[in-house]
Nanobody, 122 residues
């Protein structure tokens, strides 16, 4: 069964770091762009970052630029989101998803993970 599974979420103090992993099984990530999204309680799902499968180019939401780094390891069939200098407003459920071409449009993503909770609090 083709699926994405996120891991690495948790609780961290402001200024701390976490790395989320997105492991694919049942299919290969080689030919997919990977997006990370997040959804806070009472808010819409928003795009955080995306990485292209063709040239490795990346894009970030303004709110996370300079603090988050997206990566993809085709050999491990896994994508990552390194999150540094975390702020309370980063608290959300984080999702990875696959798409043919990076976009912030949620509807363009055809496969989603189950989500990982990230809580930033002192």
């Amino acid at each position: 069964q083709a699926q994405l599974v996120e891991s690495g979420g948790g609780m961290v103090q402001p200024g701390g770091s976490l790395t989320l992993s997105c492991a694919a099984s049942g299919f290969t990530l080689d030919y997919y762009d990977i997006g990370w999204f997040r959804q806070a309680p009472g808010k819409e799902r928003e795009g955080v970052s995306c990485i292209s499968s063709r040239d490795g180019s990346t894009d970030y939401a303004d709110s996370v630029k300079g603090r988050f780094t997206i990566a993809k390891d085709n050999a491990r069939n896994t994508a990552y989101l390194q999150m540094n200098s975390l702020k309370p407003e980063d608290t959300a459920v984080y999702y990875c998803a696959t798409t043919p071409v990076c976009t912030w449009y949620v509807g363009a993503y055809n496969r989603w993970g189950q989500g990982a909770q990230v809580t930033v609090s002192s």
